[in-house]
């Protein structure tokens, strides 16, 4: 599984990557869904410079991802609470 050479477009400029090979079909996804995100702010504002539209669509995505810690975050502490509950009970029940 090793490396590959690909080159992505974003918002009209070419990068080179190197990428492992099973990480090549995301990392062409992404670019892909960030492209259609900087054209869509493009479409809908008023905002034409390009750092600008990547500036709103990296802002978009970190917030996306933040909330999504936050979420995973959340479920843990609920999941530990939820198991901390059912060993209480076992305790409790198994003391009997």
Same mark, same amino acid.
């Given at each position: 599984?090793?490396?590959?050479? =690909?080159? =992505?477009?974003? @918002? *009209?400029?070419?990068?080179?990557?190197? %990428? !492992?090979?099973?990480?090549?079909?995301? #990392?062409?996804?992404?670019?892909? =869904?960030?492209?259609?995100?900087?054209? *869509?702010?493009?479409? !809908?504002? &008023? %905002?034409? *410079?390009?750092? $600008? /539209? +990547? @500036?709103?669509? %990296? /802002?978009?995505?970190?917030?996306? #991802?933040?909330?999504?810690?936050?979420? #995973?975050? !959340?479920? $843990?502490?609920? %999941? &530990?609470?939820? #198991?901390?509950? +059912? *060993? @209480?009970? /076992?305790?409790?029940?198994?003391?009997?």
């Amino acid at each position: 599984m090793g490396e590959i050479s =690909i080159k =992505i477009t974003i @918002s *009209d400029r070419i990068y080179p990557l190197k %990428v !492992n090979i099973e990480e090549e079909e995301i #990392v062409r996804r992404a670019a892909k =869904i960030i492209n259609e995100r900087i054209k *869509d702010y493009q479409e !809908n504002y &008023a %905002v034409r *410079d390009k750092q $600008d /539209l +990547l @500036s709103m669509a %990296v /802002l978009h995505y970190a917030t996306a #991802v933040l909330r999504t810690e936050h979420k #995973v975050q !959340n479920q $843990d502490t609920a %999941v &530990a609470e939820k #198991v901390e509950e +059912l *060993d @209480s009970l /076992l305790k409790s029940f198994f003391a009997k």
